[in-house]
């Protein structure tokens, strides 16, 4: 294992009873910024769960920034900013008493937290409210005041679980600024959990696709966005059942449209546009339309976890606001 | 003002500084909890309605050492509130008397702190909060249970130490030190007794219900049935071995066995057997408290 990684993981698993969280996840990040998707379900919980040595995995090994964190005798914890997706506020404290006390529990001395909770909640906008009590922090800066409890001890690795989560659009943009220009101006490595793909878009070189506990993608962001290009958007007549069935059979995936008539293929290795009207003919359909499908992140996300799984109201709506289906 | 120019205008600074070891982290959440503690006005409600025992116990010592009382009335006095007529020292019963009693205000106390202190770190998610920061299932047992015990140390053991210091700073004579320093041991061996043994109860308690009313009603019927089926119990066998299921008479015994004021062997042997079951219920609390903490991700 490489020890300057950011993240590796070797045949990582874990269950809970007889649900796979995780199955066999090999993974191997650089530092950067990583972007970690998936549904529901999908195993990032628990592989952030793992990383913060929060539960101990059934098999395999993990190391983050250089140490393994299975025989949790490395004090790696320290070098780690964990911004949790819940609302973990202890009752009755002012703002920045609670971010000194994340500070103290990560190992500062009581004074040094406390000066430095002043300074960070400078730096994230809260100054004026870092004496007011945690109830009265609305979700925006609630947020912010997370990220600042996990910056107190300037980690090198920023883990944060849905950083912009119940943020209104003005409340997103001033979270994604403020993480743009940290990132920018102190070369932190982010290691991000979301389901807003423009977070991604915004913030991530690379990603990180889970589905039932296995990876199913991993590089840049460029990269997924560029996988668009072996996707093509298909009107035809006729025997669209033998055309489609035909398409198949050639190794590539068929998915069917909302709108009769329609559907989409994506393409299998050294393919040749002239098999969709070869194929077309030997099944009796005719093409009426062929187009590149417009695909997006979100849409390239549908594709590799298997958006068919979703219930089918809920894959075409969510599809079609994306610009996947098309009126053919 | 523009959030771009906010950002802008306070740049990141990093830090360094050395970080100190992880069992800092229990002196961390003994502190924050009894902040947490002190900022509620109910407490110091509780708190001052606690105290209202000392100071009665406090303007008796005074008043018996310092007023020039005739001596019947003296005596009665003392031997009411279970010190030695002679008034040179405390008696060992007036301490195991005024501790316990001060440890019934006390649970009503923990019933509203178990909520606040360690309820909440289980309903609101601070638990995962505080491993992710590194901290181990033991710093955060011991945090709050040191935490809980000085509650219940701040109504029972300190008071009852300065009751001591005034008997002894009202006494004659210097030798009021040399001679009672057994007393002092008594009561703090008692004080960590009644700590320990009602921190790991709520703590517990308040881990698996979590909300104030259930804690309340759970906590304070552990300290009312047990009694009412001890004494019903005792009174249909004729065995005074059954007031021993009942935990608040099992603390009075456990303070006879630290004062050692046996006025017989049954209450000797009762004594012996009211350690076990304070033992075996604390070490069953701690495996509960401690298994819910570690459950908690």
């Known amino acids: 294992m490489d020890s300057t990684s950011l993240l590796e993981t070797v045949d990582l698993s874990h269950s809970f009873g007889d649900v796979h969280a995780l199955r066999q996840v090999d993974l191997s990040l650089v530092p950067g910024n990583v972007a970690l998707l998936g549904n529901n379900g999908a195993g990032k919980s628990t592989l952030i769960k793992i990383l913060l040595s929060l539960i101990q995995p059934k098999q395999g090994q993990v190391r983050i920034l250089g140490h393994d964190i299975v025989s949790g005798r490395n004090p790696v914890w320290r070098r780690i900013g964990y911004m949790p997706e819940t609302r973990p506020l202890v009752p009755l404290l002012k703002g920045y008493e609670y971010v000194a006390l994340s500070g103290e529990l990560y190992g500062m001395a009581a004074k040094s937290a406390r000066r430095r909770a002043h300074e960070i909640l400078n730096y994230v906008g809260l100054e004026e409210l870092r004496y007011?009590?945690?109830?009265?922090?609305?979700t925006g800066n609630v947020q912010r005041l997370k990220l600042a409890a996990a910056l107190v001890h300037d980690p090198e690795l920023l883990i944060l679980d849905e950083p912009t989560g119940g943020l209104d659009p003005t409340g997103r943009t001033r979270m994604l600024r403020l993480l743009q220009d940290l990132l920018r101006s102190t070369g932190k490595s982010l290691l991000m959990c979301t389901h807003l793909f423009s977070d991604v878009e915004d913030l991530c070189q690379d990603v990180v696709i889970l589905h039932q506990g296995?990876?199913?993608?991993?590089?840049?962001?460029?990269?997924?966005?560029?996988?668009?290009?072996?996707?093509?958007?298909?009107?035809?007549?006729?025997?669209?059942?033998?055309?489609?069935?035909?398409?198949?059979?050639?190794?590539?995936?068929?998915?069917?449209?909302k709108t009769n008539g329609t559907l989409y293929f994506t393409v299998p290795h050294s393919w040749r546009n002239a098999r969709f009207f070869e194929l077309a003919e030997s099944s009796g359909a005719v093409i009426t339309s062929l187009k590149m499908a417009e695909e997006d992140l979100q849409a390239s996300f549908f594709r590799l976890t298997d958006a068919e799984d979703l219930p089918a109201e809920e894959t075409s709506t969510s599809q079609r606001a994306h610009g996947v289906f098309h009126a053919g | 003002m523009g959030f771009s120019m906010l950002v802008d205008r306070a740049l990141y600074h990093g830090w360094e500084g050395r970080l100190r070891p992880r069992i800092w982290t229990v002196v961390t959440l003994t502190k924050v909890s009894l902040a947490q503690l002190w900022r509620r006005k109910s407490f110091w409600f509780l708190l001052a309605l606690g105290l209202l025992n000392f100071v009665m116990y406090f303007s008796i010592i005074y008043a018996v050492t310092q007023l020039e009382l005739p001596s019947r009335a003296q005596d009665n006095l003392m031997s009411r509130f279970g010190f030695r007529p002679d008034a040179e020292s405390g008696h060992e019963n007036g301490y195991v008397s005024?501790?316990?009693?001060?440890?019934?205000?006390?649970?009503?106390?923990?019933?509203?702190?178990?909520?606040l202190l360690v309820g909440s770190d289980f309903r609101l998610g601070l638990i995962p909060f505080y491993r992710s920061r590194g901290l181990r299932v033991r710093h955060i047992v011991w945090g709050k249970l040191i935490a809980m015990s000085t509650i219940v140390a701040a109504l029972t053991l300190f008071p009852a130490i300065l009751l001591f210091v005034e008997y002894g700073l009202f006494s004659a004579s210097h030798d009021y030190w040399w001679e009672n320093w057994r007393i002092l041991v008594s009561i703090v061996l008692y004080g960590t007794i009644l700590s320990g043994t009602l921190a790991v109860g709520i703590s517990a308690i308040s881990a698996y219900l979590q909300k104030m009313a259930p804690i309340a009603i759970t906590w304070i019927s552990l300290f009312v049935v047990p009694r009412i089926g001890a004494t019903q119990m005792s009174r249909a066998t004729d065995n005074r071995m059954w007031l021993l299921l009942d935990p608040w008479r099992d603390i009075r015994y456990a303070g006879r066995w630290a004062f050692q004021t046996y006025s017989s062997e049954?209450?000797?042997m009762q004594a012996g057997w009211a350690i076990l079951i304070l033992s075996v219920l604390t070490l069953l609390g701690l495996w509960a408290f401690r298994r819910k903490v570690r459950s908690a991700q």
């Open chain 2, 98 to 115: 005024f501790m316990t009693g001060q440890g019934q205000i006390v649970t009503l106390l923990l019933a509203f702190a178990g909520s």
């Open chain 1, 132 to 138: 007011r009590k945690l109830d009265e922090y609305s």
């Open chain 2, 266 to 268: 049954r209450q000797e």
């Open chain 1, 214 to 257: 296995r990876v199913r993608f991993y590089g840049p962001v460029s990269e997924l966005r560029n996988r668009v290009s072996d996707r093509y958007q298909l009107g035809a007549t006729g025997e669209l059942d033998a055309f489609a069935e035909a398409l198949r059979q050639t190794g590539g995936q068929v998915e069917r449209g």
